[in-house]
């Protein structure tokens, strides 16, 4: 990820990478919106926050798949490596967002 790369935030670039793809899996998968949006910011001190916008009002929901389900687990992934993250619904569809710490915020996962 060039923006961590260039904040002088390598250290994140790999977790913020599995965030991203999952959320953009997601999208792809579950909304049929035939373009995404995928940003990186700064929201505030300490923060970088990875959102992927699509045109589907369908919320995530966090799955707890069985060991034989071969899908299903990229949301709690998420809620592991993010401090926390959420869905913020808009006119034309929503932006699941995902913030990673910069200054040893915890990882836990709340939202």
């Not at 793809?21 to 919106?33: D, F, K, M, T």
């Not at 910011?41 to 799955?63: F, N, T, Y």
């Amino acid at each position: 990820m060039a923006a961590l790369h260039a904040w002088g935030l390598d250290t994140l670039a790999e977790d913020a990478a599995l965030i991203t793809a999952e959320l953009v899996a997601n999208a792809v998968r579950h909304s049929e919106s035939r373009m995404l949006r995928v940003s990186v910011a700064r929201p505030g001190e300490g923060l970088v926050r990875v959102a992927v916008a699509d045109k589907s009002r369908q919320l995530p929901v966090v799955r707890d798949p069985t060991p034989e389900e071969s899908s299903g687990r990229g949301l709690l992934l998420v809620s592991v490596l993010a401090s926390r993250w959420n869905t913020d619904l808009r006119r034309w569809g929503k932006v699941v967002w995902a913030e990673l710490g910069t200054d040893g915020i915890a990882r836990d996962g709340s939202t």
